[in-house]
C-alpha cells in the first residue's frame, strides 16, 4: 500500500520552515557522526532545489505566481535569507549553485506588488558586509558576487554599498591574483557606479578626492594591463553620462588627471588608447580650460600632434575621426599665454 499513495507536496511555508531550521543546525550535524547526518544534509539540499524549482520552474512548468509570492514572504518573515547566505561555505558546490539562484531571484519577487528583499537588506545590512567580504574568499567570491549584484539593483541597498567603508575595498579586490575574482570584482564595481544615475552622482560629489585619488594611482596606473583597460574604460562611462556633468568638469581640470590620461594615450595597447582618447579629448574640448591644462597641451603640442596624425581605429568609425579632427584643431589653436 505504501507506493500507491504520493506524499503531498508541501507548502512554500512548510518548505521555508524546514530548510530555516535545517540550517540553524549545520554546524552540528557537520561535526556530529550521527547516521543521520547524511540524511538531513540531503533533505537540506532538496529542499533548496525545491525552492529553486517553485522560483524558476523547469522544462516542464513555468513558475506559479502565487507560490513564488508565498516563498518569498516566508523566506523575508524570519532569518532564512541570512542563514542561506551565511552558511553558504558549508554547503558543497551544486547546492551553493542552487543557493545562488534562489538569492538572486528573490531579490526580483514581489509581494503586493512591493520588493520585500529591499526592506530586508535595509534592515539587514550585515548581509552586504558579508557579501562584499566574501571576494576574500576564493570558494564563494563568485557565488557571494552573483548575489550582490543583484541585491544592489535595490537603489538604497546600492547607496549602502557605496557610501560604506565597503566601497574602498574593491580597489584591492580588483588587483586580486586570481582572474576570475578580480573581473566579478570589477563586474559588481561597475554596477556600482552605473546603475543608481542620481546616487552615483551625489557618492562622486561627495566623495571626490578620496575615490579619484584611489581609482587613479590604484587602477589607471595599476602594472595590470586588464585593469588599465577596464578602468579607463569605465572612466569614460562615468565621466561621458550626462548625470555627472560637475564630477567631468571637476576632473578634466586637474593637471594630474591629464598627465596620467595622456600616458594612457602612449600604450602600446590600442584599445587602452582608444578608450583614453575618449577621456582626454573633454579635457581639450572644455571651453573653460585652467591655465595649467592650457600649459601643459602647449608645452605638448608638436608631440599630441603627431600622435594624432597616425592615430587610427582599426575599423573605419566616423564619430572617432571627426572628435579626432576636432581635439587636433582645438590644440594647433591654443595660445601659450591663455588664461582662463
Known sequence: MKGLFKAKPRTPAELVRSTSELLA?????????????????????????????????NSESEP??????QLTQEVFRDSTLKRLV????????????????????????????????CDYLEANKDLLDRLVAGYESSDIALHYG?????????QSIARYVLESDNMRKFFAYMELPNFDIASDAAATFKELLTRHK???????????DW???EYNHKLLESPNYITRRQAVKLLGDVLLDRS????????VSSKDNLRILMNLLRETSKNIQIEAFHVFKVFVANANKPPEIVSIL??????LLRFFSDFKTEKEDEQFDQDKAQVVKEIASLEPNEKS
Open 25 to 57: 543546525l549545520i554546524d552540528l550535524l557537520l561535526a556530529s557522526r550521527d547516521p543521520k547526518r547524511e540524511e538531513k544534509m540531503t533533505e537540506l539540499t532538496k529542499n533548496i532545489r525545491e525552492m529553486k524549482f517553485i522560483l524558476y520552474g
Open 64 to 69: 506559479v505566481p502565487e507560490a513564488c509570492s
Open 86 to 117: 551565511f552558511c553558504l561555505p558549508k554547503l558543497d558546490l551544486e547546492t551553493r549553485k542552487d543557493v545562488t539562484q534562489v538569492v538572486a531571484n528573490l531579490q526580483r519577487q514581489q509581494v503586493h506588488s512591493r520588493l520585500v528583499a
Open 146 to 154: 552573483t548575489m550582490l549584484r543583484e541585491c544592489i539593483r535595490h
Open 198 to 208: 542620481s546616487t552615483v552622482s551625489d557618492f562622486l560629489m561627495r566623495n571626490y
Open 211 to 213: 575615490f579619484f585619488a
Open 244 to 251: 555627472n556633468v560637475a564630477v567631468m568638469m571637476r576632473y
Open 298 to 303: 602647449v608645452a605638448n603640442r608638436s608631440k
